[in-house]
C-alpha cells in the first residue's frame, strides 16, 4: 500500500547548527506534501508546504526539498534552536497520511 | 489562520462506557474531516475520513462499529469510541483543510488523549 516513511527516528543535532530531516514517499500520484512539527501533547503545527511542481520551497529558517525521481522530500532547518525541539512529520495530501516520524533533539 | 477545536482535551473513562469528542472547525466550514490515534513515540495514524453528510470512511483495520464518526454539519465531527477498553488508550486528533494564502492546509484540534481504566 502507499505509505510516507522516514529514514531516522532521532536526530540530535547542536544549537546554531542546521538539520536535515527525510522523509521518502511511494504514491507517484502524491502531488502536494506538508512538513508539520508536533510537540509533545499537542497536535501537529504547520511548518512548510510544496507542490510537486516545484523542487525547492523556503521559509523562515526552513527550507523543503522535494526530489520527485526518487520520491523523496528533506527538510532544513538552519541555526536550529532548542525551541526546534519536537517530532517532525511529512505528510502526503492525498489523505494526509503521515510518516513515521522524526524526534529533533536540540542540545546547547 | 484557520481553527480547529477539539474537546475534551484529556478524558478518562472506565472500561466499558464510551466517550465522545468533539471536532469544531470555529471559523471555516469543512467538508472533511480526519480523524487520527497516535499511540506513543508513533506516528499519527489515519483512522477515518468523516464527510459531512454522508457516512465516514475507515482505514483498513479500524472497526467502524467501535469507532462511530457523525458529521452532522460543516462545522463539527465527532468521534464516539464505544465499549471503551484499556487498549483504546490513545492520543486522538482531528484535523480539516482549510484555505490558507491560497493554499489548502490541513489544522489540526488540539488532540484529546483518553485513558480507559
Known amino acids: 500500500g502507499e505509505s510516507v516513511g522516514l529514514h531516522l527516528p532521532t536526530l540530535s543535532v547542536q544549537e546554531g547548527d542546521n538539520s536535515i530531516i527525510n522523509c521518502a514517499y511511494s504514491?507517484?500520484?502524491?502531488?502536494?506534501f506538508i512538513w508539520y512539527k508536533q510537540e509533545s501533547g499537542k497536535g501537529p503545527q504547520f511548518i512548510i508546504d510544496i507542490r510537486s511542481n516545484m523542487d525547492k520551497r523556503q521559509g523562515q529558517r526552513v527550507t523543503v526539498l522535494l526530489n520527485k525521481t526518487v520520491k523523496h522530500l528533506s527538510l532544513q532547518i538552519a541555526a536550529t534552536q532548542p525551541g526546534d525541539s519536537a517530532v517532525y512529520f511529512c505528510a502526503d495530501t492525498d489523505k494526509l497520511i503521515f510518516g513515521t516520524g522524526t524526534r529533533l533533539q536540540v542540545f546547547p | 489562520g484557520a481553527v480547529v477545536s477539539q474537546h475534551p482535551s484529556w478524558v478518562i473513562c472506565k472500561s466499558g462506557t464510551s466517550v465522545k469528542i468533539e471536532c469544531r472547525s470555529l471559523?471555516?466550514?469543512?467538508?472533511?474531516m480526519f480523524w487520527y490515534r497516535q499511540f506513543p513515540k508513533q506516528s499519527l495514524m489515519l483512522m477515518a475520513t468523516?464527510?459531512?453528510?454522508?457516512?465516514?470512511?475507515?482505514e483498513q483495520g479500524v472497526e467502524k462499529d467501535k469507532f462511530l464518526i457523525n458529521h452532522a454539519s460543516l462545522t463539527l465531527s465527532t468521534l464516539t469510541v464505544t465499549s471503551a477498553h484499556p487498549e483504546d488508550s490513545s492520543f486522538y486528533i482531528c484535523s480539516a483543510f482549510a484555505l490558507a494564502d491560497a493554499n489548502t492546509e490541513a489544522f489540526f484540534g488540539q488532540g484529546t488523549r483518553l485513558t480507559v481504566v
Open positions: 471559523d471555516f466550514q469543512a467538508t472533511t
Open positions: 468523516s464527510n459531512e453528510g454522508s457516512k465516514a470512511t475507515y
Open positions: 504514491n507517484s500520484a502524491s502531488d502536494y
